[in-house]
């Protein structure tokens, strides 16, 4: 497509519930991030892949969170047993190639852990 | 730190006026991006400037790089209604990610 889709709007889980983050990249983009936002605050860097592949997995938690980009799927953040300061805004983002390329943004799923 | 410092983090403006924020970064970067948020929305690509670039347009827009000085400037001129965001600068490195600050609020006034 020509934007980044990302499902669901809103996510709402207990403590201690799985959640399940779901990204469609822009066709013909190699490269897909995950970001982190925290009541409007500064973006955290969580992963990225290039193609299947993690290029940068250094802002994820070790714990509890795991991402995949499988071919042919869209690629999933999942969280194990939530907690709730990991109630934020997760964004999803492509870019065609590396280095200097600017990235695109998906609208975002706005996770509520109660 | 990586992230942009964007500053000042907060701008109240007439519209019609110019809007100037700034954004300084630590470390030796690829290029530097800002992009625009709406409330609860997700983030606009607005402009990137890379490194060996120290000026660059698009509409209203001015973005301006001082590798020297680790900074960077976003001017939005004749500013309107729909100019209300937040305004976020990421330094580019070369491992991908964009390494964003904490917004810079602007609310422009009719």
């Known amino acids: 497509g020509e934007e980044v889709a990302q499902t669901p709007k809103h996510l709402v889980r207990g403590e201690g519930q799985k959640a399940k983050l779901y990204c469609a990249p822009i066709k013909g983009h190699s490269y897909v991030f995950w970001y982190q936002q925290v009541l409007k605050n500064e973006f955290k860097f969580l992963i990225s892949?290039?193609?299947?592949?993690?290029?940068?997995e250094t802002g994820m938690p070790k714990e509890r969170f795991s991402a995949k980009c499988l071919p042919n799927s869209p690629c999933s953040l999942e969280i194990q047993a939530t907690k709730l300061e990991d109630s934020a805004v997760y964004f999803c983002a492509s870019s065609h190639g590396s280095g200097s390329n600017e990235q695109f943004f998906g609208p975002g799923t706005r996770l509520t852990v109660l | 730190s990586q992230q942009g410092e964007e500053d000042p983090q907060a701008l109240s403006i007439q519209e019609g006026e110019n809007a100037t924020m700034n954004c300084s970064y630590k470390t030796s970067i690829n290029n530097l991006q800002w992009y625009r948020q709406n409330s609860g929305r997700g983030l606009v690509h607005l402009i990137l400037i890379r490194s060996n670039e120290r000026e660059k347009h698009s509409g209203r827009l001015r973005v301006t790089l001082d590798t020297s000085k680790k900074s960077s400037s976003l001017l939005i001129t004749a500013s309107r209604a729909a100019d209300t965001a937040s305004y976020f600068c990421a330094p580019g490195y070369g491992n991908n990610r964009l390494a964003f600050g904490k917004g810079n609020q602007v609310v422009v006034i009719p």
């Open positions: 892949f290039q193609n299947e592949n993690v290029f940068d």
